[in-house]
């Protein structure tokens, strides 16, 4: 007897709860927080003083996850900005991942994150010349976990060399090629987000463009904000410069706000939703940049109001880097069914058909997983295409999630093979 399985009869046997859960991403460069230099001193940059500039911070910003760039690799320093910045004012949910030094610089990256919402299940970490880059991989808290199904995000942060010749752009592509290498041949389809400080002056450097440019579509990384140029000393790019804070120098850099080194960049997954995880539109924000202060300080005329008074003054005297906030939406639901890709879909004797009320004027993509996240199909679906049949019977009885999508659209639905 045939086997007929409609998307009311699927919606039925797969009926759920609908979850979702906003998280704060923010990166932020700390200014050589416990690394005393001969410039950066106990009088200029004392770690008492920056742990109430940065309570003030934390206290207005309370980020989910926390990328830091420029502290000191001991332990001291990492588990005190921990307990004396983040878990204070009644908090203590805030916990750290592993450190690495395998470069063996005297600052490093950590990442800290809310425990209540997401747990580390996977880190590692790239050495290259100058600093680790560090990849932590979480999944999400939810009541599906019971069921084997949540969300993952995998959270990279890097901090580029520093510098203007051509050497050390070169030695920025070097790194960033060093994370691209290893995200190719690890080749998971899943959420990444790549943050820190990237030293960069232009999108047309070798660094940006191993980032946002990569054959891989799976790993390439996008501009959440979509502004490329030449963004060093250029007012048209004001809004969203990150460095400097100051115009005179000591242990901060001078020059006021005229650069944008810092970002927050996502893969595709992060922007259409396809994995449970999908940027807020116009969330992206450089914390404290009014785009009234080109080429001066933060604390200079005009008044910047964009933030409270306390918190501006902090930003001012902590570091020469302003923070990176992104916000996001994490659909915990155990099937997306977004059906910006119009399609009804019925199975006739373990053949899955897919019909496109609407076809696409673009070609899609259409991808199988297992339920354990495992990619176990793949093809291309043309254009204009009214109806793809999939033939099923080569797959094992059980429960597979189906997506569909292009560079704008997404439809995700789970089908029982029989």
Sequence with gaps: MKKIISIIALSLLYSIVYSQDTIKVMTYNLLNYG?????????????????????????????DILGVVEIAPEDTYIDGFRNNVLNQNGRNYYAKTPKSNYSGSSI?????????????????????????????????ENDALENGD???????????KAGNTDTDASDRTAMA??????LNN????????????FNLYSSSEGAYQQLTNHPN??????????KYGDWSNDAYFAPYHTQSTHTNSNCFIGGGLDDRFDFILGNINTITGAKGFKYIANSYTTLGQDGQHFNKGLL??????????NVLEALYWNSDHLPIISKFIVDNTLSINDYSLPINYYMIDNKLYIN?????????????LDMQGRDVFTDQIPSNMQQYVLDMNNYNKGVYLIDIFNNTNFTSFKIINF
């Design 150 to 160: 949540t969300v993952y995000l995998t959270c990279i942060v890097m901090h580029l």
């Design 35 to 63: 690394n005393y230099t001969s410039y950066c001193t106990t009088s200029n940059n004392n770690v008492s003083n920056k742990n109430e500039y940065l309570k003030t911070i934390i206290d207005y910003t309370l980020p």
């Design 217 to 226: 579509a799976n790993i390439r990384f996008y501009d959440f904000i979509n």
């Design 186 to 197: 690890f080749n998971e389809n899943t959420n990444y987000l790549v943050m820190g400080d």
């Design 356 to 368: 496109f009320i609407n076809p696409s004027n673009a070609d899609m993509s259409i991808k199988v």
């Design 300 to 309: 200079d005329s005009p008044t910047n109001t964009t933030v409270p008074s």
């Design 108 to 140: 490093i990256n950590m990442l800290y994150y809310d425990s209540r919402k997401m747990t580390l299940s996977f880190w590692t970490s790239l050495a290259t010349t100058y600093r680790d880059i560090n990849i932590y991989t979480f999944y999400f």
């Design 177 to 182: 090629q060093t994370l691209m290498n290893f």
